[in-house]
């Protein structure tokens, strides 16, 4: 079992930045790719970026490739999501998310492929 617990949302203007944090604690946090997720008002949860297990390989989805960096500090069993530029359709409800381990499947955007959830952080980007 694993525990999630995201923190850092919050209100911020458009062009703004936000880092948002996910502590886990639990089984062996570096086992694990670690993934964000978000879900707006009315629309279905979505991908937004995955980190490996070691931190070696990142995946983006489009919408916020060169904007949004995921990292991980598995020292400190924590996963970040620092976002920058943001815009008003950045906001959502943020979600991380924990992989399966030992998973040679590459990268891991479907929902439905990770185990845990956080209960997610607001993230508000007014205009």
């Known amino acids: 079992q694993v525990q999630l617990g995201e923190s850092g949302g919050g209100l911020v203007q458009a062009g703004g930045s936000l880092r948002l944090s996910c502590a886990a604690s639990?089984?062996?946090?570096?086992?694990?790719?670690m993934g964000w997720f978000r879900q707006a008002p009315g629309k279905e949860r979505e991908f937004v970026a995955v980190?490996?297990?070691?931190?070696?390989?990142?995946y983006y989805t489009d919408s916020v490739k060169g904007r949004f960096t995921i990292s991980r500090d598995n020292a400190k069993n924590t996963v970040y999501l620092q976002m920058n530029s943001l815009k008003p359709e950045d906001t959502a409800v943020y979600y991380c998310a924990a992989g399966p381990t030992y998973t040679s499947t590459w990268p891991l955007v479907r929902s439905y492929e990770y185990n845990y959830w956080g209960q997610g952080t607001q993230v508000t980007v007014s205009s």
């Open positions: 639990g089984r062996t946090f570096s086992n694990y790719p």
């Open positions: 980190i490996s297990a070691n931190g070696a390989h990142t």
